[in-house]
């Protein structure tokens, strides 16, 4: 796996820029990291109720929210929703498909897909809430690690003051 994002990000960095192969290879890091995180959900036996594991989709009128799979890249009906990764994929990563998926509404039950407060995507947000992705320009630690700890330091130096000052 790490030889061929290997591949993929040179292939990329010759013909688009080295900027365009890290951004190759952070959303294929995230595809990763989001399929782990949902694997583990489902072996515990967890469910996933802000689709964290997932990818959202976009809000459509007053009709629940879908949470494709988080290989998708993303939760529409986009022309290769059907083959991601070259495989059958439409009812993971195709809205409309997975929508007609919902337990109670004709899906057979062995292959229905539960809500997300109860299931692991792809699976049916609750309906009446709109929910959203984060800010992907908040600062979190992990993309500012030095940030954070300078702030955490500044917290302890300020403790330990207010401490031998109260002696």
């Known amino acids: 796996m790490v030889r061929l ?64 799979a988080g290989y998708c890249g993303e939760c529409s009906d986009y022309p290769t929703c059907a083959t991601v990764r070259g495989q059958n994929s439409t009812f993971a990563c195709c809205k409309s498909q997975v929508m007609s998926m919902e337990c109670g509404k004709g899906a057979p039950a062995n292959v229905c897909l539960k809500t ?6 792809p699976c049916i947000l609750e309906s009446g809430e709109t929910f959203t992705t984060p800010d992907p320009a908040s600062r979190t630690a992990g993309s500012d690690c030095n940030k954070a700890v300078t702030d955490w330091r500044a917290k302890a130096d300020a403790a330990v003051a207010a401490g031998k000052a109260a002696k």
């Open 5 to 68: 994002l290997a591949g993929v990000a040179l292939f990329v960095s010759v013909a688009f820029g080295p900027q365009a192969a890290e951004a190759v290879k952070a959303s294929r890091v995230e595809a990763v990291r989001k399929m782990v995180a949902a694997k583990n959900l489902a072996a515990a036996g967890l469910p996933d109720p802000t689709c964290a594991t997932g990818v959202i989709s976009l809000k459509d009128g007053d009709v629940p929210q879908a949470c494709c």
């Open 116 to 121: 997300c407060s109860e299931s692991v995507p």
